[in-house]
């Protein structure tokens, strides 16, 4: 993978210097390592017990807690993101090229950060958290198909994605602000303290935000101009990770 002669893959392309080879390997490597690592996690996750395992928390924030953990649903859900990020690395190793070269250690960096920020919503155990990292990675993905995609009408795919996911997920939010006015927490394993019929339309607001994100009709519109105008790359990972952050709030939620 990474002996990739970068240099001869077409008479049209130009050629990338040293540094540009050494960024897209070191940007590989990274995504490799974190693949490496969640089948470390995977090997010595106990399956016969249900509690969160790997629990990592900081207390000493104000407004809540980070608080992070994995279990038999997320654990699934971080080999999925590891195992395919290589591979959108991969999917654009040699095609960035041109004006977009310059924007090479961005691109890279954004990969990345996408990985990271999809992990953290898979193994955050906190409701409030869990929306941060549900919605951030919505600005990662409008830059990426903005400045990377293809055509003229990127710029309106990239805004209809945006506005779409960010307005979808305002229903959540709400859902969460009454929860925590509820409870004065938003930590997963208290929800069940709130009574049933009290779950079910607050679960109207969560059920939204995952339609949209999903998406359901009607709310398909954004996805198809979206896969079509992005970057392979973005394409890849908001068909196969992305999307299934909305998948996983079904599951969890």
Not at 178 to 198: A, H, K, R
Request: aromatic share 16%; glycine share 4%; hydrophobic share 55%.
């Amino acid at each position: 993978l990474l002996g990739i002669n970068i240099n001869n893959v077409s008479n049209n392309s130009i050629s990338f210097n040293n540094s540009q080879i050494k960024l897209k390997q070191v940007a590989l490597i990274t995504s490799l390592i974190n693949f490496f690592i969640s089948l470390l996690i995977w090997f010595n996750f106990d399956s016969n017990i249900s509690q969160y395992q790997f629990v990592f928390e900081i207390k000493q924030l104000e407004l809540f807690d980070l608080n992070f953990g994995i279990d038999g649903i997320s654990l699934y859900f971080v080999l999925l993101t590891t195992f395919v990020t290589p591979i959108a690395l991969l999917s654009n190793y040699s095609n960035i090229i041109g004006k977009e070269a310059k924007y090479l250690k961005f691109f890279l960096i954004s990969m990345l950060l996408l990985e990271t920020l999809q992990i953290c919503a898979f193994v955050s155990l906190d409701l409030f958290l869990f929306y941060i990292f549900f919605e951030s990675v919505l600005p990662v993905l409008f830059i990426i198909i903005v400045i990377f995609g293809h055509g003229e009408d990127r710029y309106r795919s990239a805004i209809l994605f945006f506005l779409f996911t960010l307005a979808g997920s305002l229903p959540m939010l709400l859902s969460i602000l009454l929860i925590y006015s509820y409870l004065g927490s938003t930590d997963f394993n208290l929800i069940s303290q709130i009574d049933f019929e009290v779950q079910k339309i607050l679960f109207i607001g969560f059920f939204i935000a995952f339609a949209v994100k999903t998406p359901l009709t009607p709310f398909i519109i954004w996805l198809p101009k979206a896969h079509a105008d992005s970057v392979l790359s973005g394409s890849i990972i908001l068909a196969a990770t992305i999307l299934k952050l909305a998948t996983f709030g079904y599951l969890r939620i």
